[in-house]
């Protein structure tokens, strides 16, 4: 029954929707239960994604999965959202788009590293102090939200 699909299903659907659209498939999410089943779609793409381009995605994601029928026949809330400052550092397209942004990264040492991002690669990224961080090494990294405006040496506005 399509109530038992995998997640697979579900994201490779989302995926081709958003991929459509110019954005990344970042994450998908099934909450919950029946009635009360939440379907959390996160997208991102490069200078972040506006409110206009995820209510397309909202849209053009509903048609596509009421067509496919990959939830099923049951009832469940479609949200699609962007990454936001609270999802962890975990590829290195999301080191890439948070050039000139305060990062903290805890490496698989236990150290706590903090600073601003300047370059980011394939494999490691590079703070403005000059640390090099290899992702492997990374076992978290969040970017921490800053409340004034910081000048960066990267070039990037914050």
């Known amino acids: 029954m399509?109530?038992?699909?995998?997640?697979?299903?579900v994201a490779e659907l989302a995926s081709q929707c958003v991929e459509h659209l110019g954005l990344d498939l970042d994450d998908v999410?099934?909450?919950?239960?029946?009635?009360?089943?939440v379907l959390r779609i996160v997208v991102d793409c490069d200078g972040g994604v506006p409110l206009d381009v995820i209510s397309n995605a909202s849209r053009e994601l509903s048609r596509e999965?009421?067509?496919?029928?990959?939830m099923g026949s049951s009832r469940y809330t479609l949200e699609v959202t962007s990454r936001g400052v609270d999802r962890p550092l975990t590829l290195p397209r999301h080191w890439m788009r948070n050039i000139g942004r305060l990062v903290v990264a805890t490496t698989s040492d236990?150290?706590?590293?903090?600073?601003?991002?300047?370059?980011?690669?394939s494999d490691a990224a590079h703070l403005e102090d000059g640390t090099p961080l290899a992702y492997a090494d990374i076992t978290r990294a969040l970017i921490e939200p800053e409340?004034?405006?910081?000048?960066?040496?990267s070039g990037r506005k914050s």
């Open 2 to 9: 399509a109530e038992n699909l995998p997640p697979a299903v």
């Open 29 to 37: 999410e099934v909450r919950g239960s029946g009635p009360n089943r």
């Open 147 to 153: 409340l004034t405006k910081q000048k960066s040496t």
């Open 110 to 121: 236990g150290a706590r590293v903090r600073g601003r991002i300047a370059s980011a690669s």
């Open 65 to 70: 999965l009421d067509r496919s029928d990959a």
